[in-house]
């Protein structure tokens, strides 16, 4: 049973324009909430997290937005680039060092 | 900094044999590693978690005896596929706990392990 749920599966978006990726969870108790991209055959790098106490956090061109009443975040990419085409995963866990709950993953493709 | 390192990158074995895999932490120390296993265009599955100087702790489902895990040191991990059968050919991901005032994991670059 998936206790992070992730949408869209995949995501084609031309470049310049912002990818949208959504997560749901149900466990109140999560309270931290990373971001990771992962390209082909390597390992997943953490981009950007966030806790329940704020709404929005931006780091460059990536911004998570939370909305802790419906027990969802969210991932944008602005001007979306190519070299940005990667897998990306949202996670929950109780705290930062705490188990992480993975999503399912997001396959973005930046076209040219 | 927080470079998380495996090795090998990638390994071909034979069925029957036991294949070790090496997780270092580069530039911190980790009382806590994590093991993950992902198969393809799927997520990363979490084996165990690996605490220095002790027991790891196994997820539900995952063998004990067949996935090995020891956590000697603060800056090492390994995980043992003891007699490897082809379904255990996957992709193994461990993760390092930075502990400070963020603790965030920081993830190695994957070790592919084929079984033949």
């Known amino acids: 049973q998936q206790q992070v749920k992730q949408s869209p599966q995949s995501l084609i978006v031309q470049k310049g324009g912002i990818s949208i990726i959504n997560c749901a969870y149900e466990?109140?108790?999560?309270?931290?909430f990373p971001w990771y991209q992962q390209f082909p055959g390597k390992g997943p790098a953490l981009l950007i997290a966030?806790?329940?106490?704020?709404s929005e956090k931006k780091e460059g061109r990536f911004t998570i937005s939370f909305n802790k009443s419906a027990k969802q975040f969210s991932l944008h990419i602005m001007d979306s680039q190519p070299g940005d085409s990667a897998t990306y995963f949202c996670?929950?866990?109780?705290?930062?060092?705490?188990?992480?709950?993975f999503g399912a993953g997001t396959q973005v493709v930046v076209t040219p | 900094g927080a470079v998380v390192s495996q090795h090998p990158s990638w390994v071909i074995c034979k069925s029957g044999t036991s294949v070790k895999i090496e997780c270092r932490s580069l530039?911190?120390?980790?009382?806590?590693m994590f093991w993950y296993r992902q198969f393809p265009k799927k997520s990363l599955m979490l084996m165990a978690t690996s605490n220095e100087g002790s027991k790891a702790t196994y997820e539900q489902g995952v063998e004990k005896d067949k996935f090995l895990i020891n956590h000697a040191s603060l800056t090492l991990s390994t995980l043992t596929v003891t007699s490897a059968h082809p379904e255990d050919s996957s992709f193994y991901i461990c993760?390092?706990?930075?502990?400070?005032?963020?603790?965030?994991?920081?993830f190695g670059p994957g070790t592919r392990l084929t079984v033949t």
């Open positions: 993760s390092a706990l930075l502990s400070g005032s963020s603790y965030e994991q920081y």
């Open positions: 466990n109140t108790a999560f309270d931290y």
């Open positions: 530039d911190f120390q980790a009382t806590t």
């Open positions: 966030i806790r329940p106490d704020v």
């Open positions: 996670a929950a866990a109780r705290d930062s060092w705490g188990k992480l709950q």
